[in-house]
């Protein structure tokens, strides 16, 4: 009795799915029930098939299961979503409602805290360059370096009072053999730019490097070498206080800045350094391999030159 009732309930399922493709049929359903009942009786499938009428046998595919109530229960009606909102609820698993974790909150780590710009003004000095070279010692050991080959500290040279200051990375051979900073050609060259260019005696501007000690094979600074060198020259710059500071090179434009950026793409701007001027301009020692690029620190130095000639 409970496998007559199923069919019936399969059947009529059946009949609404037809309906709904457009095929009539109400008598078909009392017609259904009729062959449910013969079936029990020990009539066959194909007997069943043959005396369903013409517009139901030419909707359902002589392979689909006569049957229905051979399939599981509430099959047909999975495959017929339509069907699903007009079915007694009993029969109809109420749909299970997808839980979608919510993302994490996002943590601030110290690399985000690092990369997050900050306004930092320049301090105010509360130490001498006197005082600062003191610290740095004739025989600084702070970072490795003081383990490869280096002959001396380099520390700055100049007008502890000047406008203008210029800033390389690190001293080379001849620097770290005189024990001063930019000498040799490349120095000569920076002086020929300071002098002859802006007018200006080398003694009376501030040179320094982001390190003071030279890195074996003149090699760049590496970064755990420039964090423990930097801060004095940032001390320096902070007594020194000059109105415009040129950065040479691509390492020192960088560092300083602390950005990526390409030197092609800083130069011929002034960019900010705690509130004071910066052009990063090319290095004297690339312009010795390269003088076609004499024209464009040129271009740089007059910018500089016209902003220190204004109040
Ligand atoms: S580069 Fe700077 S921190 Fe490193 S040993 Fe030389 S003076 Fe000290």
């Known amino acids: 009795m409970e496998d007559s009732t199923q069919l019936i309930a399969d059947v009529r399922e059946q009949m609404l799915y037809l309906q709904e493709l457009g095929v009539e049929l109400t008598s ?23 005396e369903m009428p013409e517009q139901v046998m030419s909707v359902i595919p002589k392979s689909t299961p006569t049957l229905l109530s051979e399939r599981p ?24 409602a997808e839980v979608v974790p919510l993302p994490p909150e996002p943590q601030i780590t110290e690399t985000v805290k690092a990369e997050t710009p900050q306004i930092i003004e320049m301090p105010e000095p509360t130490e001498t360059i006197e005082q600062i070279r003191a610290e740095i010692g004739h025989d600084c050991t702070r970072c490795k370096l003081s383990t490869l080959g280096r002959k001396q500290v380099v520390n700055s040279v100049g007008n502890f009072d000047a406008e203008l200051m210029f800033v390389g990375e690190a001293p080379g051979a001849d620097e770290d053999e005189k024990g001063e900073p930019f000498v040799g050609r490349a120095g000569q060259l920076l002086t020929d730019i300071i002098e002859k260019g802006l007018g200006i005696p080398r003694k009376d501007v ?19 070498e420039s964090i423990v060198c930097k801060p004095f ?4 710059i902070a007594v020194v206080r000059p109105r415009v500071i040129v950065v040479l090179g691509a390492t020192a434009a960088q560092n300083l800045l602390e950005t ?19 052009m990063p301009t090319f290095h004297p020692a690339y312009l010795l391999r390269d003088p076609h690029k004499k024209r464009e620190v040129w271009e740089d130095m007059k910018m500089v030159r016209d902003l220190l000639a204004k109040n």
Do not use: W
């Open 233 to 236: 020259l940032q001390r320096e």
């Open 206 to 224: 501030f040179i320094g490097n982001i390190n003071r000690c030279r890195p074996p094979g003149n090699r760049a600074p590496e970064q755990d």
């Open 260 to 278: 990526k950026v390409p030197i092609g793409k800083l130069r011929g701007h002034f960019h900010d350094y705690r509130g004071t001027k910066v």
């Open 73 to 96: 229960a509430g099959s047909l009606r999975e495959s017929m979503p339509s069907l699903k909102g007009r079915l007694e609820p009993r029969r109809i698993a109420p749909p299970v």
């Open 28 to 50: 078909a359903v009392f017609e259904a029930e009729t062959r449910n009942e013969r079936r029990e009786a020990g009539v066959t499938r194909q007997e069943t098939r043959a």
